[in-house]
């Protein structure tokens, strides 16, 4: 059996944070949104597009297919999860996911606006990818690390993938601003390249976390069951919950919450764009501002869960989250916007942090199947994001502002808040436990 806080195994585990976070600095929440509308409205006239006969905005446009690849990642996840559980390749398809989104962060390269077709697919891939390949990331924590350090290794994957992504974003944003310096020969194909370097990045410095990280413990050789074995472990993990009320209650909290946390950050660049105007160089120290503010909130909340209590840090933080939607419905400036970015970079990387370590905490200790239980919890997210971005896509349809979109995310978090309140975290109880009397 894998020895359990090794620093090695550790550190490579969190290397892959460093390597797949570019994709959501770069790819999800700077550079790509804002040259998708760029070049959208410059080849459609405007931002009503044309996609297969389609006429919509291109802003909806873009969070309906967000809503699609997740949609794709929850419907997938499970079978794939299935797969890695029994026949002990969860390291290869954590890998085979990664060069998905990778090669699909390369793909984006050749996207002018014109073949928007293309651009949809890519970044479809590319979240599809990185989505599908976070299942296999995240069921590794509880083997790598003991119970008394969840928490910090947690927080500690987190702040590896704040770093990594802003030393790319910085080298992106050179390329950008100065690209002669690279031989370059204007900023639109500075963006280009900047987006396939995502996918090369992402490709490199995951080839440290597939050397070192331990396979899976499972004897089992693959077979034409294992097709729907994850579904099954998804329902067999459904069936333990029904013993564990705290489990389900932080599910159903987790549920609601994450429809908000997650679609503010994907949509956050799209929003600052086109409700805000700002061009690419200030959403990008936007989001630097985001970055190195949410390093030490990770932590901050993380103490908090060790010190306190983990329900305690994730209420402040949905409290927190409610003020960011009131000022997204209010702000009008750059400046104000750089102030409601500080408090989303402080409450993002320990949303992230604490969710993850809380529902770790959750789940029946040393079960052999906690890839079906992160498959789980994974499938809970994903559908959640397919309803939060669905929604903030619909409201600015209907009402054709994306201001009236963020406002409506509050209520994502107040009902998530209300389910929060029922979650009782057992410090010193084996969670087994409660399966087996509930079964008697």
């Known amino acids: 059996m894998q020895k359990k806080n090794d620093p090695r195994t550790i550190r490579a585990w969190c290397m892959y944070d460093w390597a797949n976070s570019a994709y959501m600095l770069v790819i999800s929440s700077t550079l790509f949104p804002v040259y998708y509308n760029s070049v959208t409205r410059s080849a459609f006239n405007g931002d ?26 929850a419907l997938f996840s499970p079978l794939l999860a299935g797969i890695a559980d029994y026949g002990r390749l969860r390291k290869p398809m954590m890998r085979f996911f990664t060069y998905i989104g990778a090669l699909a962060c390369i793909g984006l390269y050749f996207f002018e606006g014109d073949n928007i077709g293309w651009g949809i697919l890519c970044n479809v891939l590319a979240c599809f990818g990185y989505t599908g390949s976070l299942v296999f990331y995240n069921a590794y924590l509880p083997e790598i690390a003991r119970r008394d350090r969840l928490d910090s290794v947690s ?166 989250w409610l003020i960011v939607c009131v000022g997204a419905y209010v702000v009008n400036s750059a400046l104000e916007f750089y102030v409601l970015a500080a408090l989303v970079g402080l409450i993002m990387g320990g949303i992230q942090s604490v969710s993850r370590s809380t529902y770790t905490k959750l789940i029946p200790k040393d079960t052999p199947d906690n890839t079906s239980f992160f498959s789980f919890y994974d499938v809970v997210e994903k559908v959640s994001i397919i309803g939060g971005t669905f929604t903030f896509g619909l409201v600015e349809q209907l009402t054709r502002s994306m201001r009236n979109s963020a406002l409506v995310l509050c209520v994502f978090f107040i009902v998530g808040l209300f389910f929060m309140l029922q979650v009782h975290i057992p410090r010193h109880r084996v969670l087994m436990k409660q399966i087996l009397e509930g079964n008697r």
């Not at 389609?54 to 699609?68: D, I, P």
Request: proline share 2%; hydrophobic share 55%; glycine share 6%.
């Open 48 to 73: 009503l597009v044309d996609f297969f006969g389609w006429h919509v905005s291109n802003t909806v446009l873009y969070s309906y297919s967000l809503s699609f690849a997740f949609l794709l990642a």
């Open 155 to 320: 927080a500690q994957g987190f702040a590896y993938g704040y770093l990594g992504g802003v030393v790319l974003l910085l080298v992106n944003l050179a390329m950008v601003q100065k690209p002669e310096w690279f031989g370059i020969l204007d900023k639109m194909h500075a963006v280009r390249l900047s987006l396939a370097s995502v996918g090369i990045w992402w490709i490199v410095f995951s080839q440290y976390t597939f050397a070192y990280l331990p396979s899976s413990r499972s004897e089992a050789e693959p077979s034409a069951e294992l097709l729907v074995q994850g579904y099954q472990k998804l329902r067999t993990v459904w069936q333990q919950l029904q013993h564990l009320q705290t489990t389900k209650y932080y599910l159903l909290a987790f549920f609601f919450y994450s429809m908000g946390v997650q679609t503010v950050m994907l949509l956050a660049a799209t929003f600052g764009e086109k409700e805000i105007k700002m061009s690419a160089d200030k959403l990008i120290i936007t989001v630097l501002i985001i970055q190195l503010i949410a390093i030490p909130g990770g932590y901050l909340f993380a103490r908090i869960a060790k010190n306190v209590s983990n329900r305690l840090s994730i209420n402040i933080m949905l409290l927190l």
